[in-house]
């Protein structure tokens, strides 16, 4: 009575049964599956989402390490071919300021001046701004979302708030037109809605007196700590150096905490979903009672028995 054919039979005889026959397991078994893959398509797509948004952060904006004005010096001798894990090098500038368009409407907005050639120097960087209209070229390239804000589109104008310090007069402030050269959306919002690009060669008077920086972009992110003491036996000061892990904590540790609910909630579920299974199991065991005693009674074996619940 051990041979797995009757165990089969027995077992897709009850799965099958009717009223006649007791508690068919086929809607449960449903309900389970049902919920097990809601689960997986739910956690499939928010890590996807979670992805875009890493990507997105490091790529337009903090980079995988960034060498702060005092480690500028150290750069020079830095390139892609002396260090091979060295996907791309970007100089920048971050200016924060605030944009008027014609009508008098201002929005906060964050400046950051690249070299004309940017495009160029880092591949992904268009990949990764998707341009709408226009071009990256003579003017400032702003996002999607701040371009509706502010009712604006390519060829026109917007007033960039400027401050300067004069040892004679003081703090002075002052506004100067650029244009608009193209739209861009990265799908991130903070930066559809704050962030603008320009080129070095239309940045005169913007950033006047501004500290240069260097972003670098690795081939994998997480060789980022093997890479900085590569930089540093470079000729590059450790306190210039910043990874994306520090300079991100709060966005990261903000994503490890949703990480981390999400699994003690699955869990949960997962643990309900057990207990469920088990009381299921246990119905249908003593719905079988009598037909347990009769295969008892004419040689069935315990295990094979458990084996007929477990098909």
Do not use: C
């Amino acid at each position: 009575m051990t041979d797995l054919p009757w165990v089969r039979f027995i077992a897709i005889r009850w799965f099958k049964a009717g009223r006649e026959s007791g508690p068919s397991l086929g809607p449960a078994m449903a309900g389970i599956a049902v919920g097990v893959a809601a689960l997986i398509i739910i956690i499939g797509v928010m890590n996807g989402f979670q992805m875009g948004f890493i990507d997105s952060v490091l790529e337009l904006d903090s980079y995988h390490l960034r060498i702060g004005p005092s480690g500028q010096a150290g750069m020079a001798a830095i390139d892609a071919e002396t260090y091979p894990g060295i996907q791309a090098i970007l100089p920048f500038i971050d200016v924060r300021t605030m944009a008027m368009n014609d009508r008098g409407k201002a929005e906060a907005l964050r400046i950051k001046i690249i070299p004309d050639d940017a495009f160029t120097r880092d591949e992904a960087l268009p990949r990764m701004l998707e341009l709408q209209s226009g071009s990256f070229g003579d003017g400032i390239l702003i996002g999607s979302e701040f371009a509706h804000r502010l009712n604006v589109n390519v060829d026109d104008l917007i007033s960039v708030l400027t401050v300067q310090v004069d040892p004679e007069e003081g703090v002075q402030a002052a506004t100067i037109a650029v244009r608009v050269s193209g739209v861009y959306h990265s799908g991130f919002y903070d930066f559809d809605t704050g962030l603008a690009l320009l080129p070095s060669s239309s940045a005169h008077g913007i950033a006047d007196g501004e500290p240069w920086m260097t972003g670098i972009k690795l081939k994998d992110r997480f060789d980022d700590t093997r890479m900085m003491a590569k930089l540093q036996t470079g000729g590059v000061p450790a306190a210039g150096i910043e990874s994306w892990r520090s300079y991100n904590r709060a966005f990261f540790g903000a994503l490890r905490m949703e990480k981390s609910i999400m699994m003690i909630l699955v869990g949960l579920i997962f643990l309900v979903v057990g207990v469920n299974i088990f009381h299921a199991l246990r119905k249908a065991v003593y719905a079988r009672f009598e037909d347990i005693a009769t295969l008892k009674a004419i040689g069935a074996d315990s295990g094979s028995l458990r084996m007929v619940f477990m098909i």
